[in-house]
């Protein structure tokens, strides 16, 4: 499973960097789906979920208060409270806004009006996925550090190739050595995984998303010949590379995992109807004739995710030092004050 922060334009990436993460499409699949016009669903995650926002508005730099002075309390339903202090902030801002080679290369000399707010909001995600990390016994592991470190470094990389830096690799190492906002934005990255990964293996697989391949034939016939050829034990994948006419015969008629509400009505009702591993069919859609069988359901842990850190926050109490912003309990992300 890969994933990626939900980026954006390369040089604002660092500072508008989604809450949220993604899986890349593993496949094309056949238009099954409810108007798609191509022969072939889009197995495409959404990308989504919930998302802190940058700003435009230049709010009371938080390197004007004291370090100990608590710039953001947080209390959860069940009664417990968190804080996030000044100086947690300020470790991160100020050495950024310091860094005169990152500003001027990343940031075009322009340090991004809001950084303090951006950071802030993301402060208020980083406890919610702990106090949820914590209630699952999850952390991030090596691996998930590693792989937030090499997809962030890589996305780096990109930005300053557009730069015009000679060595964007090399530059790109030393920058995440020396800014501490890289590091912070990897270990963000690297909850998430933890949190979707811990997420899923919890959950109950029966309640995941279903899987389901097809095969489609033109004729009512040709059906049933397919579901006699698997009632004596021929392989269903290798079925649908010889006798499927839609785009994903060659991959086995893979159609990907998710709710069988995105199908054509005629589709839905038999992936509904089917028990796992049994082979449906033949019935027929307007592309022609067909035989499924449901191979397995897949919970998605980015989704479980999503829905806890949402969930868990629009039912918290966020309170925002007032020289510094307030919170937006709808966006769910800290507003500059002034703004």
């Not at 508008?16 to 094309?28: L, Q, T």
């Not at 979707?196 to 489609?216: F, K, M, Q, R, T």
């Not at 509400?261 to 028990?275: I, K, N, S, W």
């Amino acid at each position: 499973m890969r994933y990626r922060l939900l980026a954006v334009l390369v040089l604002s990436f660092f500072v508008v960097a989604s809450c949220g993460v993604s899986r890349d499409a593993d496949e094309a699949t056949d238009s099954l789906v409810v108007n798609s016009d191509e022969e072939g669903s889009d197995d495409d995650d959404d990308e989504s979920e919930t998302s802190t926002t940058s700003t435009t508005a230049t709010p009371a730099p938080t390197s004007t208060v004291a370090a100990d002075e608590v710039a953001v309390t947080i209390e959860f339903e069940d009664g417990t409270v968190v804080e996030t202090l000044h100086g947690q902030v300020n470790d991160i801002v100020i050495p950024t806004q310091d860094h005169a080679d990152f500003t001027n290369t990343v940031f075009q000399g322009q340090f991004p009006p809001g950084f303090d707010v951006e950071i802030l909001s993301r402060s208020v995600f980083v406890q919610m996925m702990d106090k949820e990390l914590d209630k699952i016994g999850a952390s991030p592991s090596d691996a998930d550090r590693d792989e937030a470190m090499v997809f962030l470094l890589g996305q780096l990389e990109g930005a300053l190739a557009q730069s015009g830096v000679v060595d964007p690799a090399a530059e790109g190492e030393r920058f995440y050595e020396e800014v501490p906002y890289l590091p912070f934005l990897a270990d963000f990255q690297a909850r998430q995984i933890a949190l979707a990964n811990g997420l899923a293996a919890a959950a109950d697989p029966d309640e995941g998303s279903p899987c389901v391949s097809h095969i489609l034939v033109e004729t009512e016939a040709e059906g049933d010949d397919l579901q006699a050829q698997l009632a004596d034990g021929a392989d269903f994948a290798e079925l649908a590379q010889e006798f499927s006419t839609g785009p994903t015969g060659p991959n086995g008629g893979e159609l990907g995992c998710g709710p069988a509400d995105q199908y054509v009505p005629e589709f839905a009702a038999a992936m509904t109807d089917a028990g796992l591993g049994e082979f449906v069919g033949p019935f027929q859609t307007s592309f022609g004739w067909h035989v499924l069988v449901v191979d397995r359901f897949e919970v998605d842990g980015e989704l479980l995710a999503n829905e806890v850190i949402t969930n868990g926050l629009t039912a918290a109490t966020v309170t925002v030092d007032e020289r510094v912003g307030s919170w937006d309990s709808a966006a769910l992300t800290v507003i500059p004050a002034g703004s």
